[in-house]
């Protein structure tokens, strides 16, 4: 079992994919809970940009008309 050092990947093809496979239930939840996280904090700040600065509604208006 034998890796490539230049891109930490099994050197025999076989059983890189076997790896993949074998671990992909895995990485794709860990990827929702990751998504899930930013997605939070991404919204959990949009609340504290606006409690912070106000609701900009003179821009939001702007945009629409021009849109």
């Known amino acids: 079992m ?5 891109n930490s990947e099994f050197i025999n093809d076989v059983t890189e994919f076997s790896f993949l ?3 992909l ?6 990827l ?3 998504l ?3 997605s939070f904090f ?10 912070a600065l106000g609701y900009p509604t003179t821009s939001i208006k702007r945009v629409t008309v021009l849109g």
């Not at 034998?2 to 230049?6: V, W």
């Not at 991404?42 to 409690?51: E, G, H, K, R, W």
């Open 2 to 6: 034998d890796i490539n050092p230049l």
């Open 21 to 23: 496979t074998d671990t």
């Open 25 to 30: 239930a895995d990485t794709q939840s860990q």
């Open 32 to 34: 929702r809970v990751a």
């Open 36 to 38: 899930f996280f930013c």
């Open 42 to 51: 991404y919204l959990a700040f949009i609340v504290t940009d606006v409690a």
